[in-house]
């Protein structure tokens, strides 16, 4: 169970990295007015990487029942 979670926590760290380098990507690219497309594209990933960070972040939560 522990090397599940060992897994889950370095996927989660790399996507966060990823998301944090996409920020800063389209803030880069809005800033110099280029192609909407771009960066539609850009935050749709980003987007679907917050999703999957929080898909993560609840298996590493363990079930409470009240």
């Known amino acids: ?3 599940d979670n060992e897994a889950i926590k370095q ?3 790399a996507l966060v990295s990823e998301h944090r380098d996409l920020d800063a990507l389209v803030a ?4 110099s007015a280029t ?3 771009q ?3 850009l935050k749709k990933r980003k987007l679907a990487l917050k ?3 929080a898909r993560l972040e609840s298996l590493l939560l363990p ?3 009240a």
């Open 1 to 3: 169970m522990d090397l």
């Open 11 to 13: 996927k989660l760290a």
């Open 51 to 53: 999703d999957m960070i």
């Open 35 to 37: 192609d909407q497309l």
């Open 39 to 41: 960066i539609q594209r």
């Open 63 to 65: 079930d409470i029942i």
């Open 28 to 31: 880069h690219v809005a800033d």
